[in-house]
């Protein structure tokens, strides 16, 4: 399988982490979408990433389908998200939040590595921050809910804890100005826990802007 993406981006590095925490061999394309926009299109016509080639040739685009594949061929005694029940529901709430807090610090991202200066809107950038810190919050005060437990849901690592880990080590690492650790500690701690793991070691990368700015 080849993997296409650089692991800066969060939807990618979700999809890598949860391969290699499944044993999943795959041929990793460290492609940016700014720079290789034209090659990653030759496989999906949304030039967009993570995109899964299987090898049959096969296309998977956009990281909940993939996700959803990964968990689907180990089967449900392997698969990262619980099968049913209360802990489905909150690994999935705990991961649409932490999502959604990517694509609004990626938003931000892109206002400032593909629009001129002069075309930046302020107020477009303060909802996506806003819409950010909402969700953050809400992730933090479910953190501080779990008291001694460090796993998101049930007693083992699941997607939640690793979507979660990863937006958020996205957007402190690519919104350094916004100190994310020091507004949401106990989510920090969490996630500076997770980030010792071998599959998140392997993965973790510098931000790369976009737009080479
Ligand atoms: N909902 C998508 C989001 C993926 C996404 O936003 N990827 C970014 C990189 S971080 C991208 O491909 N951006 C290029 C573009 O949308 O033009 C997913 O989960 O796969």
Known sequence: MLLIGMFDSPFVRRVAISMQWLDMGYEHA?????RDFDRIRQHNPLGRVPTLVLDDGEVLAESAAILDYLDDRVGPARALLPA???ERRQALQQMALAIGAAEKGREQIYERAFRPPEKRHEPW???CRSQMHGALG???RYCEGLGARSWLVGSALSQADITVSCAFTFLRESLRADDL???YPRLAALVDLRETLA???NTHTPFFSPGGQ
């Open 181 to 183: 650790s020091a507004r």
């Open 138 to 140: 809400t992730i933090e």
């Open 84 to 86: 049913g029940g209360r």
């Open 199 to 201: 599959a998140f070691k």
């Open 30 to 34: 460290d492609w940016s979408v700014g």
């Open 125 to 127: 950038l303060q909802r």
